[in-house]
């Protein structure tokens, strides 16, 4: 919610506060923390049972967390990395980071996510993961199209870098690749979950796939 609220401090303080007190807002004071809350909370919670909106999109802020949160690798610094997206179930890539690499030709590479939210009996979801990794590669050059550059504070050669990123996933050059992850009840744990994404990324489809 602090994040959904951006700059509105008052937003998030009557939240947080009637949450902690276990008190209901109402009137003006409901009306403006509904209006940053519903997009995700209570659009998810009118939707049909069989709907994991909302599970979806707190595997995408756990993914953003722990990835912001991990400890960089030599040479290897964060260059920038996406937050998650302002409703349950928006169109486009789940998460996307960028990374600053030493002795690399152009001093980046990338990863688009996509993230699912396995939630059937049985515990097999390899199809999901595969339908994660075709999904990537039918839309992932979509999905880079549709991410907001313009407005971010960057520095000048990642603006460079980050102009191309569609091209470099058409292209399918090393630069870029893709990601899948996904959340699971502890009931449908698998034995084994991502023995079929090697035949994702390698199947044929109508442009080159990128994946790694």
Same mark, same amino acid.
């Given at each position: 919610?602090?994040?959904?609220?951006?700059?509105?401090?008052?937003?998030?303080?009557?939240? +947080?506060?009637?949450?902690?007190?276990?008190?209901?807002?109402? %009137?003006?004071?409901?009306?403006?923390?509904?209006?940053?809350?519903?997009? *995700?909370?209570?659009? &998810? %919670?009118?939707?049909?049972?069989?709907?994991?909106?909302?599970?979806?999109?707190?595997?995408? =802020?756990?993914?953003?967390?722990?990835?912001?949160?991990? &400890?960089?690798?030599? %040479?290897? &610094?964060? !260059?920038?990395?996406?937050?998650?997206?302002?409703?349950?179930?928006?169109?486009? %890539?789940?998460?996307?980071?960028?990374?600053? *690499?030493?002795?690399?030709?152009?001093?980046?590479?990338?990863?688009?996510? !996509?993230?699912?939210?396995?939630?059937? @009996?049985?515990?097999?979801?390899?199809?999901?993961? +595969?339908?994660?990794?075709?999904?990537?590669?039918? @839309?992932?050059?979509?999905?880079?199209?549709?991410?907001? =550059?313009?407005?971010? $504070?960057?520095? &000048?050669?990642?603006?460079?870098?980050?102009?191309?990123?569609? $091209?470099?996933? *058409?292209?399918?050059?090393?630069?870029?690749?893709?990601?899948?992850? *996904?959340?699971?009840?502890?009931?449908?744990?698998? $034995?084994?979950?991502?023995?079929?994404?090697?035949?994702?990324?390698?199947?044929?489809?109508?442009?080159?796939?990128?994946? +790694?």
């Amino acid at each position: 919610m602090k994040s959904r609220t951006g700059i509105n401090k008052d937003a998030y303080a009557l939240w +947080r506060d009637s949450t902690l007190d276990d008190t209901t807002l109402q %009137g003006r004071e409901h009306s403006t923390v509904h209006s940053f809350a519903y997009p *995700v909370f209570g659009a &998810a %919670g009118a939707q049909k049972k069989a709907n994991h909106g909302l599970a979806g999109y707190t595997g995408e =802020w756990l993914w953003y967390l722990i990835t912001r949160d991990m &400890a960089p690798g030599p %040479g290897h &610094a964060v !260059e920038f990395l996406s937050v998650p997206g302002p409703t349950v179930s928006d169109s486009g %890539g789940d998460g996307m980071i960028v990374h600053r *690499v030493d002795g690399t030709a152009q001093s980046f590479v990338f990863r688009l996510w !996509e993230m699912k939210k396995y939630s059937a @009996k049985a515990d097999d979801p390899a199809n999901t993961i +595969r339908g994660a990794w075709q999904q990537l590669n039918t @839309k992932g050059s979509i999905y880079l199209g549709q991410m907001p =550059w313009a407005d971010r $504070q960057l520095a &000048a050669d990642t603006r460079v870098f980050l102009s191309s990123v569609v $091209q470099q996933w *058409v292209d399918a050059q090393p630069t870029g690749s893709g990601g899948v992850s *996904v959340a699971l009840n502890t009931s449908a744990t698998p $034995q084994k979950a991502f023995h079929l994404s090697v035949s994702s990324v390698t199947c044929s489809l109508a442009e080159p796939s990128p994946h +790694r």
